[in-house]
């Protein structure tokens, strides 16, 4: 965003539904685009700049005449108001003009997508979500960065788990962004009425225990038909589970699918759960009243509840989640996103987008500006010395939850999203529906959706 034309990005055109197909309908193949600068011409002038390091100077910055002038780059909700807080001093630091261009999350997934597909029409940069990564990759449209990344030298300073879905055969293609270290946000009004006691829980079947202690009109937490899936990846990654093995075989029906299959099944004939829709109005209405006492999210779910429900603020603590089995580990990711350059876009282009993303993404300064704003916790192991982490939550009651969630980010284990990670959702969600209601039962539903898996993406069985 220009200095000349300061614009908050609230006023910026927000860009409406586009009518374009879906992920899962989109195929074919994407035009060649600019070509990809060599590592010789990125090694001279493609650096990082101010970006390169949280706190070493040394990273050459590009000579602006081997930059475009200006980038535009897509975001949705509260991260692109996040990137609108760094244009300003990037653009006093290194020059150019950057625009931040705020889209619907799902009107922008579909837009970015078809333009990688066609060739044509994309941002100097956008956001990627890391569940969306494999299939991006296969589009072919997405620029290799990993010459500008050795040269900048920042790999090593983001959580080892945000890289696999970034990467394939040697190359990479976005840089991290923000994770989703889980918690477990609880009503403590609710706990305490009932006598229910967290800091006695450390796995899922302790949890269970503690929600017989709510009446029958009360709820411990929710189990959404709509994301059987979502509770499923997030307990399944837990336990280091993957999808697929290293060589693309479906796993989702081995020994620890069915152990997280099982805790669900618990949960929901324990009584302790209702089942409404995630995101809906009744959703947020039980958290609003505490009729439904418990969340296990991402950390940003904390501002999100923050926004939707600010007059609860104060009656809310966060926990690690339950372990799957006494001495199990409690780091578990939900959610994440990363930065990335389409190759179609010139070679200028594409260097002011890097020089940009390198100095938002990897500072550290500019990272906790981020997560003190909006709460956009960052992939930058530096950032987590940052005293920012120690600070009170009002809307916790005083909690410095943050420092939790530093320490849980380290620990979080890698998880393989491919261009199948749809058909497994759409899978677990099928029949975990069944296996909710009786029809199958865990074991049945873990080989039901593995089959299913298998016969959609001609995928060999584990």
Not at 79 to 99: C, F, M, N, Q, R
Not at 197 to 223: A, F, R
Not at 251 to 259: T, V
Not at 354 to 379: C, N, R, S
Request: aromatic share 8%; glycine share 12%.
């Amino acid at each position: 965003m220009s200095r000349r034309d300061r614009t908050s990005v609230d006023r910026r055109t927000v860009l409406r539904g586009t009518g374009l197909a879906g992920l899962a309908g989109l195929a074919g193949c994407v035009g060649t685009g600019d070509p990809e600068p060599s590592p010789t011409e990125t090694a001279g002038g493609g650096g990082s700049g101010g970006g390169g390091s949280d706190s070493d100077d040394s990273t050459p910055t590009p000579t602006p005449d081997r930059m475009a002038d200006s980038a535009e780059v897509w975001g949705w909700d509260v991260a692109a108001k996040s990137l609108d807080l760094i244009d300003d001093p990037y653009e006093e630091a290194h020059g150019g003009e950057v625009e931040i261009t705020q889209i619907g999350r799902a009107d922008l997934k579909n837009k970015f997508k078809s333009t990688l597909l066609s060739g044509s029409g994309a941002p100097a940069a956008s956001m990627m979500e890391s569940v969306d990564a494999a299939a991006w990759v296969d589009t072919d449209g997405l620029r290799d960065i990993s010459a500008w990344l050795a040269d900048a030298g920042i790999k090593d300073k983001f959580v080892k788990g945000k890289w696999g879905p970034l990467e394939r055969d040697g190359k990479t293609y976005a840089l991290p962004w923000d994770i989703g270290p889980v918690g477990t946000f609880y009503r403590t009004d609710v706990f305490d009425e009932y006598g229910v006691d967290p800091s006695s829980v450390e796995t899922w079947d302790e949890y269970i225990e503690e929600g017989k202690k709510l009446p029958d009109d009360q709820y411990l937490l929710n189990l959404p038909s709509n994301d059987y899936d979502g509770l499923w990846r997030m307990m399944y990654r837990q336990i280091g589970g993957q999808p697929f093995t290293a060589d693309g075989a479906v796993n989702i029906h081995s020994d620890k699918s069915l152990r997280v299959a099982r805790i669900l099944k618990r949960i929901r004939d324990s009584g302790v759960a209702n089942d409404l829709a995630s995101w809906s109005s009744a959703w947020f209405t039980a958290f609003g009243k505490g009729t439904t006492a418990s969340l296990t999210a991402g950390a940003w779910i904390e501002g999100t509840l923050k926004a939707e429900l600010g007059d609860t603020a104060g009656k809310w603590r966060a926990m690690k989640p339950p372990a799957i089995e006494s001495g199990g580990s409690r780091a578990t990711n939900w959610g994440g996103s990363n930065l990335t350059i389409p190759k179609q876009v010139s070679d200028e282009k594409a260097r002011r987008a890097w020089d940009y993303v390198a100095y938002t993404l990897g500072q550290k300064e500019h990272q906790i500006t981020m997560y003190k704003e909006f709460g956009i916790f960052p992939a930058l192991k530096p950032a987590y010395e940052s005293d920012a982490f120690d600070q009170s939550s009002s809307f916790l009651g005083g909690q410095e939850a943050g420092r939790m969630f530093a320490e849980v980010a380290p620990n979080i284990a890698p998880y393989r999203y491919t261009v199948d990670t749809p058909a497994v959702t759409k899978a677990i969600n099928t029949h975990f529906r069944d296996m909710m209601t009786g029809k199958k039962t865990p074991k049945e539903a873990v080989d039901a959706a593995a089959q299913q898996v298998a016969d959609r993406t001609d995928r060999d069985l584990a």
